[in-house]
């Protein structure tokens, strides 16, 4: 059974504090994805990965940094938490044909106060 | 740059069917797909067409291009309950980026 799994499901975090997201695939995917959904306006592209220690800017990328030091694993990380961070996070893994199905974790819904 | 559009929300009773719209603006999109998230879960894969394609059905689900007008659709028979989830459709025109573009999300409800 394919997985992809987020460090956690819930998480407060203050402003300013540097806050990790891990997620870690056992698909060998080499395309992993971290998106943010917010109510209204669907999953937005925050950065992509399709190879290890290689990263890419997607639509919302401000704020964020991402590592993947490793192939199974990809980290975003927000630098210093602002409250417009609230949002639930995503993140996938797919095969490097693009055509294919993304698989996706079960979220982190992430709580700025 | 691609934009995928869909109604927020839609409320059926159980039994109906249901019927969830989206529109497109890219042309290149060689798939298509809807993907359900239920409560507190990820997005799963529900069902997918090729762009070729004009229909495609998967017992309950089927599945209806347009590609003329880049307009997608989703019908469920038979909806039951258990169908309330927000349903995603996507696409993947965007190749170099390997990345699927994503709608808002149509949440759907069914009435017992």
């Known amino acids: 059974d394919v997985k992809v799994t987020q460090s956690s499901r819930y998480l407060v975090k203050r402003t300013g504090e540097k806050v990790f997201l891990e997620c870690v695939q056992d698909m060998d995917h080499e395309n992993m994805f971290w998106y943010r959904q917010d109510p209204g306006l669907g999953l937005r592209l925050i950065y992509f990965?399709?190879?290890?220690?290689?990263?890419e800017k997607g639509d919302i990328p401000e704020g964020y940094s991402v590592s993947r030091e490793k192939k199974e694993r990809f980290s975003l990380i927000l630098e210093s938490a602002s409250t417009n961070q609230t949002s639930m996070y995503l993140c996938?893994?797919?095969?490097?044909?693009?055509?294919?199905?993304?698989?996706f974790g079960q979220g982190t819904r992430l709580t700025v106060v | 740059g691609e934009d995928v559009e869909q109604s927020l929300f839609l409320s059926v009773r159980e039994g109906d069917s249901s019927v969830i719209n989206c529109t497109y603006t890219d042309s290149s999109s060689t798939y298509l797909y809807w993907y359900k998230q239920e409560p507190g879960a990820g997005l799963q894969l529900l069902t997918y067409?090729?762009?070729?394609?004009d229909m495609k059905q998967d017992q309950r689900l089927t599945v209806l291009l347009n590609k003329k007008d880049k307009h997608l659709s989703l019908r469920i028979a038979d909806t039951q309950t258990g169908d309330s989830a927000i349903y995603f459709c996507a696409e993947n025109g965007d190749t170099g980026r390997r990345a699927l573009t994503f709608g808002s999300g149509t949440r759907l409800q069914v009435q017992p």
């Open positions: 990965s399709y190879d290890v220690k290689m990263k």
């Open positions: 067409i090729f762009s070729n394609m």
């Open positions: 996938a893994s797919s095969p490097p044909d693009s055509n294919t199905e993304a698989f």
